[in-house]
């Protein structure tokens, strides 16, 4: 993508209602813009980096064992008076009624719908274990959102719901999404710390937070110095004995009676990106989701519930990976590869040098935003630091001639003077 083709606008300056650091620069970097209080347009490069979160979260899922499904965002009423949460769910329900004068709700999330469809197309526990989920869009009135995507009322989520003939079976289902959600944060370039927490509305006897370490995360946690060493592969990790290690944010940590010497407890800072729950029979008794066991009786099912915050990830990604200048994108989810910066656009050799490299990279897949407006240079070096792509290849006056370039590494600020040839070569690598 050009620069003086794409849509977007950085700022140079902080929007006064920007409070956080990922809010801050998310603005300044053209990724979003607020329409209302909590909700948010996604302009091209802040979709560009959801998209790739979301892929990971999909990869991720469907390495699991889930199908993917697609729920409506506008529910009946009717169906939460049959689990009995629509009185109980409390105002960050937006509730309405349609032009039938019948009682409708934006969803909040997607328990009940999903317990629908499923107790219509599952009889019986051959048919089980099933793992569906979806990801999409969700609204909760929140009473004061606020830090941007990161408490919005509008936001995009991965839930997955898992369908088991008994609590031992379900518990397994657990522990696959537990281990699946630690992989899904590895490769996104995070340190996640999974800790005990609440079920609250969702209900359920079993429950996990997903803290990404940031030093700006909104919750203080503490865990069990064990937890580094057991979460290093998450492919290998013994699930059973990570769940029984002590972890726990700050509303549930209570000094008096943690169980972890003092020496060996560990504090940091947490933003939470994912929460997964079991809760048994909770949906499948009230709304008839039974299935026949091996000896013919009708159960009811065993159900959980796991979601990721995709449209959060974005800005937990942020918090954790960024420096004064701006952004720091890992590059599994970075909007662009590689930023080209001209140094002097309208110079010959130096625009027959980026429109080479610009070509060359985009025909091998390489995503490039070329910044070929007629700029000064210090304002597209502050540009690219502040979008942070992982590489920037510079080219200006002095070394176009000879064909030489300077290639930037964002996360570490080492810059190389290399060949063209050989700098194209590293970025196609």
């Not at 794409?6 to 813009?33: D, N």
């Not at 609590?167 to 537990?178: D, I, N």
């Not at 980026?354 to 304002?379: F, H, K, M, T, W």
Request: aromatic share 8%.
């Amino acid at each position: 993508m050009k620069r003086s083709h794409s849509f977007l606008t950085t700022l140079r300056e902080t929007p006064a209602e920007a409070k956080i650091v990922s809010h801050r620069l998310m603005l300044r970097a053209g990724m979003i813009h607020q329409t209302s209080a909590g909700i948010y347009s996604w302009l091209p490069l802040g979709l560009r980096v959801l998209k790739k979160i979301e892929q990971i979260v999909r990869e991720e899922q469907d390495k699991a064992g889930a199908q993917e499904v697609i729920l409506p965002l506008v529910q009946p009423a009717d169906l939460w008076r049959e689990s009995g949460r629509y009185d109980a769910y409390g105002k960050e329900m937006l509730r309405f009624c349609d032009r039938h004068e019948r009682d409708m709700l934006y969803g909040p999330t997607a328990e009940e719908v999903i317990t629908d469809v499923f107790r219509h197309a599952v009889t019986s526990y051959k048919q089980l274990p099933q793992l569906l989920y979806q990801i999409h869009w969700k609204f909760r009135d929140e009473i004061r959102p606020r830090f941007g995507v990161m408490r919005g009322r509008e936001f995009l989520m991965k839930d997955t719901y898992s369908f088991d003939i008994s609590q031992e079976a379900a518990r397994l289902s657990y522990q696959l999404m537990f281990r699946t959600y630690l992989k899904t944060f590895a490769r996104l370039d995070l340190t996640s710390v999974p800790v005990k927490a609440p079920t609250g509305p969702i209900g359920g006897d079993l429950s996990h937070e997903f803290q990404v370490l940031a030093e700006t995360g909104e919750s203080e946690i503490f865990y069990d110095v064990q937890l580094e060493q057991l979460r290093q592969d998450p492919a290998e990790v013994d699930i059973d004995k990570l769940i029984q290690i002590y972890a726990a944010a700050d509303e549930l940590h209570d000094p008096k009676t943690c169980p972890v010497p003092e020496d060996q407890l560990k504090t940091a800072r947490g933003i939470e990106v994912g929460h997964i729950f079991y809760f048994g029979t909770k949906y499948a008794e009230p709304m008839n989701a039974h299935v026949s066991n091996q000896d013919g009786e009708r159960v009811p099912v065993h159900m959980g519930s796991y979601g990721i915050g995709v449209s959060r990830l974005v800005a937990a990604i942020i918090e954790a990976h960024h420096d004064a200048k701006g952004i720091i994108w890992p590059e599994s989810v970075a909007p662009y590869k590689v930023g080209l910066v001209n140094v002097r656009t309208g110079d010959q050799p130096c625009d027959a040098l980026c429109d080479q490299i610009y070509q060359s990279l985009s025909n091998a897949g390489v995503e490039v935003l070329y910044d070929d407006r007629p700029e000064r240079a210090g304002v597209k070096f502050a540009d690219m630091d502040l979008i942070g792509l992982p590489w920037q290849i510079i080219v200006g006056p002095r070394g176009a001639p000879q064909r030489q370039v300077e290639l930037k590494n964002r996360l570490t600020g080492e810059v190389v003077t290399e060949g063209v040839a050989s700098a194209i070569e590293r970025m196609i690598a």
